[in-house]
């Protein structure tokens, strides 16, 4: 059985650019969770993400967006970077919307300078 | 106030001892408690899982939850070097999204 794959682990970017993380979902689940995880602090939900539509959003603002694609796997992309993005981002697989236990990769670091 | 408070610590123990960790939550629609461990540079695991009010013991851990009081304890008992890590409290209504606490780091002393 193969868990949560994510790439990249680390990145840096600078303020005002774009970026995209990607997340594999553990075999046998339809659905994607993103998390961010601040310095210090636990994660935070962003958005889920269930056949391929978005079922659910945190208070994160549009610059924040998402894909997934039929093989279940998942981008997160943001834009117009900003200091404070700088954090663990997390993707959690599931099977179905309930998250009962969510399967969480081990995350790419994102460094905005 | 957040929906789930959690002391960051840290949380300095002998090998061997009791630990106790605690949350409170405000969300009175909570239905299910978790803990997940986050290992350094890793990402959480879940360690416990509960639904409503009650106790769940698996192995040398015990969840405890405390509606009245929402009220949330995580305890291990005998300690081991291993166990350091990041302890994380979660709840959630049986929605789609997980309201997670800081965390508290734990290290445990050889």
């Known amino acids: 059985e193969t868990g949560v794959t994510q790439s990249p682990t680390h990145l840096i970017k600078t303020r005002g650019q774009q970026v995209t993380l990607r997340c594999s979902s553990q075999s046998g689940h339809n659905t994607v969770s993103w998390y961010q995880q601040a310095l210090g602090q636990g994660p935070q939900f962003i958005f889920q993400y269930y056949r391929e539509e978005e079922n659910g959003r945190g208070n994160f603002p549009p610059r924040f967006s998402g894909l997934q694609f039929p093989n279940y796997s998942s981008e997160l992309n943001v834009n117009a970077l900003e200091l404070d993005d700088s954090a663990l981002y997390l993707c959690?697989?599931?099977?179905?919307?309930?998250?009962?236990?969510?399967?969480f990769g081990e995350g790419s670091r994102l460094t905005v300078l | 106030q957040k929906e789930v408070e959690q002391d960051p610590g840290p949380l300095s123990v002998p090998e061997g001892a009791i630990v106790s960790l605690n949350c409170t939550y405000s969300n009175s629609a909570f239905q299910y408690f978790m803990w997940y461990r986050q290992y350094s540079r890793k990402g959480p695991e879940l360690l416990m899982y509960t639904y409503s009010s009650g106790n769940k013991e698996d192995g040398r851990f015990t969840a405890q939850v405390d509606k009245s009081s929402k009220y949330i304890s995580l305890f291990i008992r005998d300690s081991q070097p291993s166990d350091s890590a990041t302890y994380l409290c979660a709840s959630h209504t049986g929605g789609f999204k997980t309201i997670f606490g800081a965390g508290t780091r734990l290290f445990v002393k050889a």
């Open positions: 959690a697989s599931t099977a179905g919307t309930w998250t009962g236990e969510l399967f």
